[in-house]
């Protein structure tokens, strides 16, 4: 980052191959509505672009990228107080037992994550999916580093407690 504030445009063009699809994971599990992840991601590039110039080191480069992403999030969810979620399913294929199977506990698990109150599967969703530290989560989201222990290990227990239930539920209809 430090190349690229420094006018160095292939340092940005390493920055976002090693860096965009961790940023669109982010927001994808973040943004309480799809048609905005394309718009938050393009646009925390955009804000990366433009704070270039004053960008210090305080903190890992991604904590200060998924940053400009979640404040442009806040940004749209105080804009749009009604918000109406796309709970369109996700699009299956046809596949063998096994394969179909695997699809379920894949979107169980996708439905879980999604029902977590948001600190927790931010937390989740930081760590798990984009790879953040701790330390660096506690820095994302202005929260002491056991907080953070505390959202994840909660949000683990309801996953757990959730799956666990709809696990029990098929074997009944079964």
């Keep these: 980052m430090l190349r690229y504030a420094d006018g160095d445009l292939a340092a940005f063009r390493e920055l976002y191959q090693r860096h965009q699809r961790g940023l669109y994971r ?10 905005w992840v394309d718009e938050v991601a393009q646009e925390a ?26 404040n442009r999030l806040v940004d749209l969810q ?3 107080p009604l918000l109406s ?5 996700e699009p299956q294929s046809p596949a063998a037992d096994a394969e ?5 506990m894949n979107s169980a698990l996708h439905q879980a994550i999604r029902a977590l109150p948001g600190e927790q599967k931010e937390a989740l969703v930081l760590q798990q999916f984009s790879g953040l530290s701790l330390e660096e ?5 202005d929260a002491p580093i056991e907080t953070v222990k505390s959202r994840l290990r909660y949000a683990m227990r309801k996953l757990r407690e959730q799956l666990s239930a709809g696990v029990a539920a098929q074997e009944e209809q079964a």
């Design 26 to 35: 982010f927001v994808a599990w973040r943004s309480p509505r799809r048609d």
């Design 45 to 70: 590039w955009i804000g990366l672009h433009q704070a270039r110039g004053r960008y210090v080191p305080s903190a890992s480069f991604r904590t200060f990228l998924y940053q400009i992403a979640r």
């Design 78 to 80: 105080r804009q749009s």
């Design 85 to 89: 979620v796309d709970d369109a399913p």
């Design 100 to 104: 179909l199977e695997s699809q379920q």
């Design 137 to 141: 989560i506690a820095t994302l989201t």
